[in-house]
């Protein structure tokens, strides 16, 4: 399995502000995606982050409101602007290894924010 | 529109007893996963199984697949306190590029 870390694991933002959340995995990667889970939901894939490329976006979801970066196939990077308390929820990021013929995805631990 | 759906929505059981979770979805797939959340942390990969397959264990799990009626099973056998959590499908559907859905989930909790 991959070990995938998440920066910051949580926070409390204002109205108004950006947040950029980190994640860092152990190991190349082919496939890093993004998600959010809203309080009490389930999940819901945001974009896929392509490396050297810009983000793929799903419906319902915007560059200008989720920015991505990919800079290599370690690190992957979502900002959320303009915050509003709609997007308090939590956001993972997972990954599928290079070479892996299961296609699992694994899980960050998560970054649960609070927008007030 | 959501994939896939779950039932029970929440399932309450004694320790030792047998979990079974269902799991329904909409389309094709490549595979469906089943992962363990507890608490709004991150998620827990338990298992994977292909669209060829019908059944599959690992340990006290046992996961099964009937792509004909789109639908498939999480049985937690013996459980224990510890498997007290949310439960999520998610299904990779064909032409996807491997993108996962989730279903809503059953909330599990075993009492001591």
């Known amino acids: 399995s991959a070990v995938i870390s998440q920066k910051p694991s949580r926070d409390i933002c204002q109205r108004g502000t950006s947040l950029t959340i980190q994640c860092q995995v152990d190991?190349?990667?082919?496939?890093m995606f993004w998600y959010r889970q809203q309080p009490g939901q389930s999940l819901t894939l945001i974009a896929t982050?392509?490396?050297?490329?810009?983000?793929?976006?799903e419906s319902g979801f915007v560059i200008d409101k989720f920015p991505i970066s990919r800079p290599n196939l370690t690190f992957s990077t979502l900002t959320v602007s303009n915050m509003s308390p709609e997007d308090s929820s939590i956001y993972l990021c997972?990954?599928?290894?290079?070479?892996?013929?299961?296609?699992?995805?694994?899980f960050g631990p998560g970054t649960r924010l609070t927008v007030l | 529109s959501q994939q896939g759906e779950e039932d029970p929505q929440a399932l309450s059981i004694q320790e030792g007893e047998n979990a079974t979770m269902n799991c329904s979805y909409k389309?094709?797939?490549?595979?469906l996963q089943w992962y363990r959340q507890n608490s709004g942390r991150g998620l827990v990969h338990l298992i994977l199984?292909?669209?060829?397959?019908r059944e599959k264990h690992s340990g006290r799990l046992r996961v099964t697949l009937d792509t004909s009626k789109k639908s498939s099973s999480l049985l937690i056998t013996a459980s224990r306190a510890a498997d007290t959590a949310s439960y999520f499908c998610a299904t990779d559907a064909k032409g996807s590029a491997r993108q996962l859905t989730f279903g809503s989930g059953t909330q599990l909790t075993v009492l001591p």
């Open positions: 982050a392509n490396q050297g490329s810009e983000a793929t976006y």
């Open positions: 389309t094709s797939i490549n595979n």
């Open positions: 199984i292909r669209s060829n397959e």
């Open positions: 997972s990954v599928e290894r290079a070479g892996e013929s299961t296609d699992t995805q694994y």
């Open positions: 190991s190349q990667v082919t496939m």
